[in-house]
């Protein structure tokens, strides 16, 4: 009961003051849930995809959007010989590794199967309700805990590369290390997804490989929001299962990719921050005084007991960019 009593006022504290917070545990709570009231094999493939999809997009959102590297590559580990690049140049030399990683494997078939790759992988448990569970924890703690590093002193180093890596090593930060560190940890999350992606679809290929998949996952960042974590997963449980289902339709079959392009551009012009960012500045404000965020509706801050609608319209939002 002392545990029971405990977690319960940890989320009247923590969680219910919040409306993003309680969004989460919402779709925290829907997901594991679902095969219980919902078990159609297809909303299960589509969703499991979605998961390991979506480790995949968190891990390039934690190298990309608070260290600044934008990795074309991100479906290879090229970190270490690319790590004192920066800018354009990382993002070329990262978008050569698929392309060269490709062409090895197409030099050796025997070793690497060639273009069908390697086949007859057993998957991890025989049933698709299972599958889609291992998926879906290994994607709520993967991603909960880039989320925390991301929230932590850590992630405030790699906003202060981001922003002005000269300025980081003035004050003593080893730079290299710091993008170091965090190259390995979203490539060790990209790679468990690989892994993951691997043995659902039983077959380990060039398709893995894809220039195509890189551009996607930063597609999946840029719509989400970048810096966030959450925002590149929301994006992708989004947009994923929308090219499904409109590539179920014969008249939108070609031209689900059109479609695609043009959601993603209304996204782009009228939430420049991304979708998640821009909900939350919608449903949420912050505080002038100790930054905390409050309900849109509170006039006064949960906290400090600082003024809130006294502030001049968009003000927050403001605070929200600054």
């Not at 979506?54 to 970190?79: C, E, K, M, P, R």
């Not at 490539?187 to 691997?198: D, P, Q, R």
């Not at 689900?256 to 921050?273: H, T």
Request: proline share 4%; charged share 15%.
């Amino acid at each position: 009961m002392y545990w029971l009593r405990r977690a319960w006022a940890e989320l009247r504290s923590e969680v219910f003051v919040l409306p993003s917070r309680t969004l989460v545990l919402a779709w925290v709570v829907a997901l594991l849930a679902l095969p219980a009231v919902y078990g159609d094999p297809y909303v299960m493939r589509i969703l499991t995809m979605s998961c390991l999809f979506a480790i995949f997009a968190a891990s390039w959102d934690l190298l990309a959007g608070y260290t600044g590297q934008v990795n074309f590559g991100h479906a290879l580990l090229a970190g270490y010989l690319c790590l004192r690049l920066r800018g354009s140049y990382l993002s070329l030399a990262t978008l050569a590794f698929p392309l060269i990683a490709l062409g090895l494997l197409f030099a050796f078939p025997d070793f690497s199967g060639g273009e069908l790759g390697i086949s007859g992988l057993r998957r991890l448990t025989p049933t698709a309700t299972g599958n889609y569970y291992v998926a879906a924890v290994s994607m709520l703690l993967i991603v909960f805990g880039l989320w925390r590093l991301a929230d932590s002193k850590f992630g405030l180093v790699l906003h202060a590369i981001r922003d002005d890596e000269v300025a980081a090593r003035a004050s003593g930060i080893n730079t290299p290390r710091y993008k170091l560190i965090a190259f390995a940890v979203s490539a060790a999350a990209a790679g468990f997804a690989g892994a993951l992606f691997a043995h659902y679809l039983r077959v380990a290929g060039p398709s893995t490989l894809e220039v195509a998949l890189s551009f996607q996952v930063v597609i999946w960042g840029i719509f989400g929001g970048v810096a966030t974590i959450y925002g590149p997963v929301a994006a992708v449980f989004i947009l994923y299962p929308l090219t499904e289902w409109l590539g179920s339709f014969r008249t939108f079959g070609e031209l689900r990719l059109l479609l695609f392009a043009v959601v993603v551009l209304l996204v782009l012009l009228f939430m420049p921050r991304g979708l998640a960012p821009w909900v939350r500045d919608r449903i949420e404000t912050q505080c002038p005084r100790c930054k905390q965020r409050n309900t849109f509706y509170r006039k006064i801050c949960r906290l400090c007991g600082a003024a809130l609608q006294a502030q001049v319209p968009g003000a927050q939002r403001l605070v929200g960019h600054q």
